[in-house]
């Protein structure tokens, strides 16, 4: 299965230059929980709720003076629009992330994934599935 289905729904970007505040503002705003960070069309970074949460809040700095580039995660995990979801999966397992960006082979963001939009995709295959079996065995029986 292709990661394209990913790439449908556009990742949020902000700039590095962008100050925390307005990172809040735009995650609530756009109802999520990350926001991958763009320079120049090519990612440099991912910033999530839990970074601002530990690295802002928690070390008592304020967040219309701190800039993105002070919290966000440099050198993110990301995977390649041309690998598979179980590349995806294995990717996310070894590195213990939840939120990975896509991108193509010169680092220009397509998407990005969440341990959510997989579940819910393992999800609808799975439901699929079972209505298939059903099916065959309701046939086979009559």
Do not use: Y
């Amino acid at each position: 299965m292709s990661l394209q289905a990913f790439c449908e729904k556009h990742a949020v970007t902000i700039s590095p230059e962008r100050t925390i505040a307005e990172a809040c503002w735009l995650m609530k705003d756009k109802k999520i929980g990350c926001l991958v960070v763009e320079s120049h069309g090519k990612l440099c970074g991912i910033l999530t709720d839990r970074d601002i949460v530990l690295k802002v809040t928690g070390e008592d700095k304020e967040p219309m003076e701190t800039m993105v580039e002070e919290v966000m995660t440099r050198d993110p995990v990301r995977i390649s629009i041309n690998r598979s979801i179980r590349d995806l999966v294995s990717l996310m397992h070894t590195r213990g992330v939840r939120r990975v960006p896509i991108v193509d082979g010169s680092e220009t963001i397509l998407g990005m994934v969440t341990m959510d939009d997989l579940i819910e995709l393992l999800s609808d295959e799975l439901s699929e599935l079972g209505r298939l079996f059903s099916e065959k065995l309701s046939t086979e029986s009559t």
